[in-house]
C-alpha cells in the first residue's frame, strides 16, 4: 500500500523531519506537515505546513479534516528524558494524550497511525530486545511511551509501532542529540564524561524514517525494532564520533551511570536485535561509522549552505539550531 496522503507530526523534530524530506522525495503522495511552530523549519515543497499543538483535540481535529491522511506518522513527543521525569503531567499530555487525539481523529477516516516508540519501554536488565519481549519501563519518559503504544494497539486502528533509540543526526535547527552535542562540546575542547554502562544500538535518524516509510509502502502493521547496525556503550560510541570527526578523544572520560545522579533511570543493557525488520522490510541499518559518514556530509553540506546564504559573508555560524 503505498500511501496517498500523509500527515507527518512533529515534523520540526530530527526524525519528523527525515521523514518529511524522505517522502516529498520518493513518493507522488499529498503531504501535509505540522509541528508546534508558526512555520516550517525548512520549506519543503510541495509539502504544506499547517502548525498544530498535539495535546489539542480540536486543533488535530481539524487537522486530520483538512489533511485527510489516510496514514499519520506521529514524530512529536517530548524527548528529554529526564524532563519527562520532572514534568510528568506535560509528559503525558504530549506522549499519550497526543497520540488518544490522533487516534480519535483518525477514526472518522480509518487512517493508519505510525508512533514512533523506544528502546525506553524496557528495564534494560536483559537486552538487546525482540518485539516480543515484556516490556518494563523504569522512568516516566518509558511509561508514557509504552502507554501511546498500548492505546494504539487497542485503537483497532491498523497501527505500525516502529521502536528506536539513540536517534541521531543532523537537520536544520534540530535540537542537540548525543552525537551533535558531542561534536560541539570536543571542538570548544571541553571535556566531557560518557557512561560506559549503558549499551545500545545508536540509530540514523535518516535510517529509521526509511524504514519506517518502507514499512508503509509494503503495508505492514505491528511492532518493529528499527535501530543502527552496532550495539556499543555510550563511552564507546563517543570515541568513534571523536574518531570520525578527528575530535580529541583524551577529552572523554568514562563514567558509571550512578555517578550522574540524573532524575529518570536509564535501561542499562538494552539495545534491539532488529532482525524482523531486516527480513519483513528489507532494511539494511547502517554501522556507526557509517551512519556518522552521512552526518559529517550533511553537517558539511549545511555550512556551506548557511555560508551561502549568510547576510554578512564571514560571519561566524553556529550549528544546530537555526
Ligand atoms: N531522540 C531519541 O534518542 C529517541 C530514542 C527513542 C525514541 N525516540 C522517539 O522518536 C520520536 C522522534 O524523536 P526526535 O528525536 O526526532 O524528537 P525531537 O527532535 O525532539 O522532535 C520532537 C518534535 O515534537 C514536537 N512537539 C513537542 N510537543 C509538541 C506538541 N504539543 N505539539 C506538536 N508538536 C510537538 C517538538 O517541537 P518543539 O521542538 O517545538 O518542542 C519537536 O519538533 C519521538 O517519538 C521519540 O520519543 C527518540
Request: some cysteine; charged content about 25%.
Amino acid at each position: 500500500m503505498t500511501p496517498h496522503r500523509v500527515l507527518v507530526m512533529g515534523s520540526n523534530g530530527l526524525l519528523g523531519q527525515k521523514v518529511a524530506e524522505t517522502l516529498v522525495r520518493g513518493t507522488s503522495a499529498v503531504i501535509t506537515l505540522s509541528s508546534l511552530e508558526d512555520g516550517p523549519v525548512r520549506v519543503l515543497e510541495p509539502a504544506e505546513y499547517v502548525k498544530t499543538d498535539l495535546t489539542s483535540k480540536k486543533d488535530v481535529k481539524n487537522l486530520v479534516a483538512r489533511a485527510e491522511p489516510d496514514v499519520i506518522i506521529n514524530c512529536a513527543a517530548i524527548t528529554n528524558v529526564d524532563a519527562c521525569e520532572t514534568e510528568r503531567e506535560l509528559a503525558w499530555k504530549v506522549n499519550v494524550g497526543g497520540v488518544e487525539n490522533i487516534i480519535e481523529a483518525a477514526q472518522r477516516t480509518g487512517a493508519t497511525v505510525v508512533h514512533v516508540s523506544s528502546d525506553y519501554v524496557f528495564d534494560g536488565r536483559n537486552g538487546p530486545y525482540t518485539e516480543e519481549d515484556r516490556p518494563e519501563p523504569l522512568s516516566y519518559y518509558g511509561k508514557s511511551k509504552l502507554a501511546g503504544e498500548n492505546i494504539l494497539r487497542a485503537s483497532g486502528l491498523p497501527y505500525l509501532i516502529a521502536r528506536t533509540m539513540i536517534l541521531y543526526g543532523f537537520a536544520p535547527g534540530v535540537k542537540a542529540n548525543f552525537v551533535l552535542w558531542l561534536i560541539q562540546s570536543l571542538e570548544k575542547g571541553t571535556p566531557v564524561r560518557i557512561v560506559d554502562d549503558q549499551i545500545g544500538n545508536p540509530t540514523l535518524a535518516d535510517d529509521l524514517a526509511y524504514g519506517i516509510i518502507r514499512g508503509l509502502d509494503l503495508g505492514k502493521t505491528g511492532i518493529f525494532n528499527i535501530a543502527g547496525r552496532d550495539i556499543a556503550s555510550r563511552y564507546d560510541f563517543a570515541l568513534r564520533i571523536a574518531r570520525a570527526f578527528a575530535l580529541d578523544e583524551s577529552l572523554i572520560t568514562p563514567i558509571k551511570t550512578a555517578q550522574l545522579r540524573q532524575p529518570a533511570p536509564r535501561p542499562l543493557k538494552s539495545g534491539l536485535i532488529t532482525l524482523k525488520a531486516e527480513v519483513e522490510l528489507g532494511i539494511s541499518p547502517s554501522t556507526i561509522e557509517q551512519g556518522l559518514a552521512v552526518v559529517k556530509n550533511q553537517i558539511t553540506r549545511g555550512a556551506r549552505r548557511a555560508a551561502d546564504s549568510a547576510p554578512v559573508p564571514g560571519q561566524p555560524h553556529t550549528r544546530g539550531r537555526g
